[in-house]
């Protein structure tokens, strides 16, 4: 039975037999018990699937990951313990020292500074290109040494839509993956995979989550690009690994399981960024209303945009889901449902304006967090991309007058006179 989205949100990942719990368990256990070595040693060997400890695996933590993955139509995914911690596996699982990455400009502060700090120190270098650069652009940031691109669907706060097919046909040209970060558009209003790309991540902390419970990130794998025709390339996935006795995980796991059984018996084995169980059962609470909130935040977004783009005080706006937006025929294209519930708008009289606006609202919180059920807003410029030089924010498209706004599921009419009595107060 094909399930539509709205049932595996509820349903999928877990199918719990004659008299057990219909809820799924919380495996609070570190280590798992056997009766022989042999059992563990085969285990280890990757010649068996099964847990032996929770630093890698945990049974609750796949069944919530398994849910992802079929929500994202994917073959193999996992958890991991925050969206940045997803973000860098999905690179560092298929780059190192001395390798490159094409990565669109407007993306997450955070994971900027990953890429562009962090991550070059261990000597990964990234190119960074406009969403909108021109084939030639995009094209010439290429190098020999490339491993993936990477975009966001809806790049966080700047909210333009990420031409998926395009930068996908350009990173398969050059024989690299395509990694997109679907936090925002989540996969209800749009499955990357469906238009070309090859590796999901996201932020389950937001809408997945939905209720700022608990952090978390998830990695999915679309199981079709093929590591094998790139052996040289790809020799993580494609030579044999001397610390799992010489496994090749593209002839052990195929092309379905190869990435993924590499991120969680290397990255993870060695880096620990694992999802709790406790997080993985919070989260799956919130993947069962996933599809119910997501219309309610498109459609309280949508009003509140309109209101913003009428008002007198609010020089520019940007949502996709708004005619005339420079996302709009992208946002038709990919996210034909509805995009999310954040937009970005800018209030006039720059930035000192932007932080008297939000020090007046009420109903509306400050808040470092995004994609909740309840609505908040953050300055960017002043927090999470404050690390960036002036040129750096432009690139991002943060202005020093954008204001970040998360439009919850609230009456939307309490919402816009919230923000209506702030702007007057400007």
């Not at 630093?55 to 079929?70: G, H, S």
């Not at 008297?356 to 470092?368: D, G, P, S």
Request: aromatic content about 10%; proline content about 4%; overall charge negative.
């Amino acid at each position: 039975m094909n399930k539509k989205i709205e049932t595996v949100c509820v349903q999928g990942g877990y199918v719990p037999g004659n008299g057990e719990p219909r809820q799924v368990p919380i495996i609070q256990s570190t280590t798992y018990k056997y009766d022989t070595s042999e059992h563990m040693a085969k285990l280890f060997d990757l010649e068996e699937s099964g847990y032996f400890y929770t630093r890698l695996q945990n049974p609750t933590n796949d069944y919530v990951a398994k849910k992802i993955c079929e929500l994202e139509g994917g073959s193999a995914a996992m958890l991991t313990s925050s969206g940045q911690a997803a973000n860098f596996y999905a690179v560092f699982n298929i780059a190192s020292c001395g390798d490159h990455i094409v990565a669109s400009s407007t993306i997450y502060g955070g994971t900027y500074n990953l890429f562009a700090v962090t991550m070059k120190k261990m000597g990964i270098d990234f190119t960074f290109v406009k969403p909108d650069c021109s084939d030639e652009e995009l094209n010439a940031a290429f190098r020999p040494n490339t491993k993936a691109v990477f975009g966001e669907t809806i790049a966080n706060p700047a909210i333009v839509v990420f031409d998926i097919e395009r930068f996908a046909n350009a990173a398969h040209a050059h024989g690299v993956p395509l990694i997109v970060d679907n936090t925002f558009a989540t996969p209800i209003n749009c499955r990357p995979f469906e238009w070309g790309a090859d590796i999901v991540t996201h932020s389950t902390t937001k809408y997945m989550d939905g209720h700022g419970a608990g952090v978390g990130g998830a990695i999915v794998d679309s199981g079709k690009f093929d590591w094998t025709k790139y052996p040289d390339k790809f020799a993580g996935l494609c030579t044999p690994d001397d610390s799992y006795h010489g496994v090749t995980y593209t002839q052990r796991f195929g092309l379905e399981g190869a990435f993924i059984t590499k991120a969680t018996a290397q990255l993870m084995r060695d880096f620990g960024s694992i999802q709790s169980p406790q997080n993985a059962y919070i989260l799956n609470l919130g993947l069962e209303s996933l599809a119910l909130r997501m219309e309610r935040h498109c459609a309280n977004a949508l009003k509140m945009a309109e209101f913003l783009q009428s008002h007198k005080r609010v020089d520019w706006v940007i949502y996709p889901g708004l005619k005339g937006d420079k996302s709009y025929e992208l946002g038709q294209k990919y996210l034909p449902n509805g995009s999310c519930g954040v937009l970005s708008f800018g209030v006039k009289g720059g930035r000192k304006a932007a932080e008297e606006f939000m020090r007046h609202l009420k109903v509306i919180a400050i808040e470092t967090h995004v994609a909740d059920a309840r609505s908040c807003c953050l300055h960017p410029a002043s927090a999470t991309h404050r690390q960036m030089n002036d040129e750096e924010l432009k690139n991002a498209g943060v202005y020093p007058e954008l204001v970040r706004l998360s439009v919850g599921i609230e009456n939307i009419d309490d919402l816009i006179e919230d923000v209506a009595q702030a702007l007057d107060k400007v």
